[in-house]
């Protein structure tokens, strides 16, 4: 087999993974979007938050720290105690429903029936809000997630191609978890949209407001389960992100990637969330080894970006988007 | 007429009204400054089909959204099966057994017939989302019992053959009857039908018709409804209230309002000296 197809073919697997990321991001997209037609600007700094949210918990950093140092002059940072993966996970979990109610509360039981625009410019608040929150609760330094995942190069895959091909594939081992974990992620959110009662008060809610309140549905109720749904996907995307690269602000800024992953697999879509994820990483980083070399590299950066274009210009809806069903 | 205190009546096609289910006492509600309904009072009896009726702009639809919780009156008493009803939002009332359709049709178009009228079920379910998840013993039978009691509901207003139809697809006439079948899944103690005629032709007014006599004799269910089409209204209802201008004109059986003077008025339009 020539070189250039094995390496190829490597590419391609490591595109699948990083697409998974993405997909987890623009996973937390798609629930807000199809259960409340907002669009979550600040979806990404979730992910951050709740990534910081678990790295202070698991190390009992003590949140506003820097604040209360300033203020009283002591010089406190953490409670002395480190706290086991899963029951921080729990506990930054517990924190993420809380932001759940209060975003709720605070913000959108005060902007019902607002047009989409004036929501999504809330979001962007909320977004610069949480930013700014994080920072403050939890410092702005970068900080090592470390909850347990396997890390490092699979030595399976790597010795296996080596027998095939003569040349081993390198794969993260955090990638395989990752797309293991998504995979189980994705399954257990369909099962539970169409198989449970509160799936499917989520989707009558995601229809219709009006009917779904003649019938016995409690808007308010159904938005915070949504958002808190959409802070756990967050959390999960937030681990992952976390342990590849560290918890760092640029950690919001993935939310732009999920951007195109939208446009391609549609807003309203939870599959189309996935394939758009795996598209995006995939295509990118095949771009990158075939064309990329003859144009000076640094394709990943906006190939996203014209791949969504071409789809608003000739799919609109994306690959999975609800048909648009128009009696004429 | 009867005494609220009385237990019911016998109608004439031999049916039985039962007591008071539902009384407005002295409501009035206000948009800002306009006046919507004036000091209105009237009861709904178990049983009955209650009419309100009235030319555009009488307040109708906005006492049916007092009724079923979508507008809080500024003044005046709801009172339900016996008891005052605090302030309450829509799906609060809907949960107290109080299903309605709508003026224009609120139905959820991304589904099929079977998932909208399904909904209507969703009160009934009890398991938790763990058991229903993993289809376990219980949630499985729970389904299935409410599935039954759907098809029931479907075969009764003949639309089997649209079962899996998404609901965007079907035409208006059609929709109007999934909105009444979405309402009767959910066993409602009091059915609020918002102008079920409306818009649709001679035919399908007839269907509708024969339905909600159906459902009322079938099911015993208590109906209120809106209407302003008077021919249809007197056929169907066992009494009517007469609204004009947010204000009651009349209350009685259809016989008392063919012959009653203000309503005649309000109808047919009178010269104000």
Redesign the interface.
């Known amino acids: 087999m020539p070189d250039q197809l094995i390496y190829a073919m490597e590419v391609f697997l490591n595109g699948l993974m990083a697409g998974v990321l993405y997909a987890l991001v623009a996973l937390g997209f798609v629930l807000i979007y199809k259960a409340s037609g907002i669009f979550n600007y600040a979806q990404g700094v979730m992910a951050l938050f709740a990534a910081l949210t678990l790295v202070g918990i698991m190390e009992g950093q003590v949140p506003f720290s820097h604040l209360i140092n300033a203020m009283f002059g002591t010089e406190i940072h953490h409670f002395g105690w480190h706290l086991p993966a899963l029951v921080s996970i729990l506990l930054t979990m517990a924190v993420m429903v809380l932001l759940a109610w209060a975003v709720n509360k605070l913000i959108f039981n005060h902007l019902v029936n607002q047009e989409p625009i004036i929501l999504f410019m809330a979001t962007i608040g909320l977004a610069y809000f949480m930013e700014g929150f994080g920072d403050i609760m939890w410092g702005a330094d970068i900080k090592k997630l470390d909850v347990g995942l396997p890390q490092g190069i699979n030595t399976a895959i790597d010795e296996t191609t080596y027998g095939w091909f003569g040349y081993g594939f390198f794969i993260d081992n955090l990638d395989i978890v990752a797309t293991v974990i998504a995979a189980i992620l994705v399954i ?1 959110l369909v ?2 949209s169409q ?7 989520m ?2 809610v995601a ?2 407001h ?10 308010n109720f159904i938005w915070v389960m949504v958002w808190s749904l959409a802070g756990f996907v967050a959390l999960v995307a937030g681990i992952m992100w976390g342990t590849k690269s560290g918890v760092q602000f640029s950690l919001s800024l993935i939310a732009l990637k999920a951007l195109p992953v939208l446009m391609l697999g549609g807003f309203t879509s939870i599959p189309g969330a996935i394939v758009g994820g795996l598209l995006i990483g995939v295509g990118e980083k095949l771009f990158e080894f075939s064309v990329g070399p003859l144009i000076g590299g640094a394709t990943e950066n906006w190939f996203a970006y014209v791949l969504a274009l071409l789809f608003l210009v000739f799919r609109p809806q994306g690959l999975f988007g ?1 048909k648009i ?3 004429v | 007429m009867l005494d609220a205190s009385d237990e019911g009546y016998v109608t004439e096609d031999g049916r039985r009204i039962g007591g008071v289910l539902m009384e407005m006492k002295n409501i009035t509600l206000r948009f800002g400054g306009v006046k919507a309904i004036t000091d209105i009072s009237f009861d709904i009896r178990e049983g009955e089909i209650r009419a309100i009726i009235g030319p555009n702009g009488a307040g109708k639809s906005s006492m049916l959204n007092v009724i079923s919780g979508f507008y809080v009156p500024q003044e005046g008493e709801v009172w339900y099966k016996g008891a005052k009803r605090p302030p309450m939002k829509p799906y609060q009332v809907a949960q107290l057994g109080i299903a309605r359709t709508f003026q224009n049709i609120a139905l959820f178009e991304g589904m099929t017939v079977l998932d909208n009228v399904m909904t209507g079920r969703l009160n009934y379910m009890k398991t938790n989302m763990f058991q229903q998840a993993l289809w376990k013993g219980k949630a499985e039978a729970e389904e299935v019992e409410n599935r039954e009691f759907v098809e029931k509901i479907i075969d009764f207003l003949e639309i089997q053959s649209i079962r899996k139809t998404p609901v965007a697809r079907l035409p208006y006439g059609l929709k109007k009857r999934v909105e009444l079948a979405r309402a009767l899944a959910a066993e409602p103690s009091l059915l609020l039908l918002d102008e079920p005629m409306a818009g649709m032709n001679v035919e399908e007014k007839e269907d509708m018709s024969r339905f909600i006599l159906d459902v009322n004799d079938e099911f015993g269910t208590t109906i209120a409804l809106i209407e302003h089409d008077m021919g249809v209204v007197m056929d169907l209802s066992d009494r009517v209230v007469v609204m004009d201008y947010g204000k009651k004109i009349g209350d009685g059986t259809p016989d008392d309002i063919r012959s009653n003077q203000a309503v005649i008025d309000a109808y047919l339009g009178v010269a104000h000296d």
């Open positions: 257990a099962i539970f198989y449970t009662k509160q799936g499917r008060a989707r009558a229809d219709d009006q009917a779904a309140l003649s019938v016995g549905i409690s808007l609800e069903i128009e009696r």
